[in-house]
């Protein structure tokens, strides 16, 4: 099964109202191009691509005429297939590293947790950010949460580097190819830090990793505990700081999810 990675951020998609008149398609999806930036190196791949596209947009259309808890629109992955999209930006294993670490509870009551947290408007999130063409998810969500408990620790905010994750974290994790946060976590532990992204910037790619860098500790953690299906345990969690989740991404609907309408996703099948 594949997975896609979300890091208690919210993920904002740029979106475009579906037609379902195919003599409109061409000029949607010109302006959908115009709007997402989208250019093509042949007027065959553009082509291709304007079928993809019309084959979401149907899809699209179909679905919001239903009775369904949450809305698709054509936003940033409309000109790609389902495929694609899966091959490109899913890239979550579903095996832990430690199970032992599910055994490890949170203290504290649960009517001590506030009613709502925003970790955005404590300063413990850095800005949202783009895995790309690389299903290297596993590292933003890692970095993500690591982000978070460094900023409620220390006071101050920085962004980590998730190409350093995906060149040098090689026991377990596979970059691009895919990975799990618990191996990311340990890297770090067991490096003693992780650098930062404006030294060691993210180019949606593999490659060879730059040990000097490597060596430039600039935040570290001391250990990492796994979640128990429990939802007061997550509520204790979160209410303590952003937290590392995976959800199951790899249903169509997902690819062109647009909002929800405050009821559970019945595409949301497991973590």
């Known amino acids: 099964m594949n997975f896609l990675c979300i890091f208690a951020l919210a993920l904002l998609f740029s979106t475009l109202s579906a037609s379902s008149s195919s003599s409109d398609i061409s000029q949607l999806f010109e302006t959908w191009c115009k709007e997402h930036g989208k250019t093509y190196t042949s007027q065959e791949e553009r082509s291709r691509r304007l079928k993809v596209f019309e084959d979401n947009n149907d899809f699209v259309t179909q679905h919001n005429k239903g009775n369904s808890s949450y809305t698709l629109a054509l936003n940033a992955f409309a000109d790609l297939t389902h495929h694609e999209f899966k091959s490109s930006r899913l890239g979550l294993s579903a095996a832990p590293l ?14 001590d947790i506030p009613a709502s947290i925003d970790w955005r408007k404590k300063g413990a999130v850095t800005n949202v950010k783009d895995q790309g063409s690389c299903g290297a998810c596993w590292s933003f969500s890692a970095t993500g949460a690591i982000e ?9 905010l920085v962004s980590l580097s998730e190409q350093e994750l995906i060149e040098c974290d090689k026991s377990f ?46 935040v570290t953690i001391d250990k990492y505990v796994d979640l128990p299906e429990n939802e007061k345990q997550l509520l204790q969690a979160v209410a303590a700081q952003p937290v590392s989740v995976g959800i199951c991404g790899s249903e169509r609907a997902f690819q062109m999810y647009s909002k929800d309408m405050g009821q559970k996703m019945e595409w949301i099948t497991g973590l």
């Open 173 to 218: 994790n596979d970059g691009c190819g895919g990975g799990l946060m618990d191996y990311a976590f340990q890297f770090v532990i067991n490096n003693h830090g992780i650098d930062e992204e404006e030294d060691y910037p993210y180019r949606a790619r593999d490659g060879t990793c730059n040990k000097e860098k490597m060596k430039r500790r600039v």
């Open 148 to 156: 978070g408990i460094n900023k409620i620790v220390t006071g101050s």
């Open 98 to 111: 430690n199970p032992d670490n599910r055994n490890l509870k949170i203290t504290g009551a649960v009517s």
